[in-house]
């Protein structure tokens, strides 16, 4: 029976498994989550921000939702607000809807949508 060679050594094999196993850690560590995931998330703590009866009588749709991660590391979500003019039944700009996610809840915050995305 052969013996198989190899090029590495066990240690040096092992030496670059970590070292690709901890990259992936780290890139997975600084990407921003998707909506989806925030609702999933925060679904216990915050269960009517994302229903479908308060987006419609706000006029969102989950598309409507962008994420901005700050280099702070801190996590931003916004989308337009919009009321319904109950003299002409069109919708009306009433500004933007801003939240702060923190992991498993949305805070309110008092900062603008440019200090947000100047961040």
Do not use: W
Not at 4 to 22: I, N, P
Not at 34 to 56: G, L, Q
């Amino acid at each position: 029976m052969k013996k198989l060679k190899f090029k590495k050594s066990a240690s040096e094999r092992d030496k670059d498994m970590k070292k690709a196993v901890s990259k992936a850690l780290k890139k997975k560590k600084g990407k921003k989550p998707t909506i989806a995931e925030i609702k999933r998330n925060t679904k216990k703590n915050a269960p009517y921000f994302f229903d479908a009866k308060t987006m419609k009588f706000f006029g969102q749709r989950m598309s409507d939702y962008k994420v901005h991660k700050c280099s702070d590391g801190k996590v931003y979500i916004y989308a337009k607000s919009f009321s319904t003019d109950y003299r002409t039944g069109k919708p009306e700009f009433m500004g933007y809807t801003i939240r702060q996610y923190t992991g498993s809840d949305l805070k309110n915050t008092k900062r603008k949508l440019i200090d947000i995305t100047n961040c």
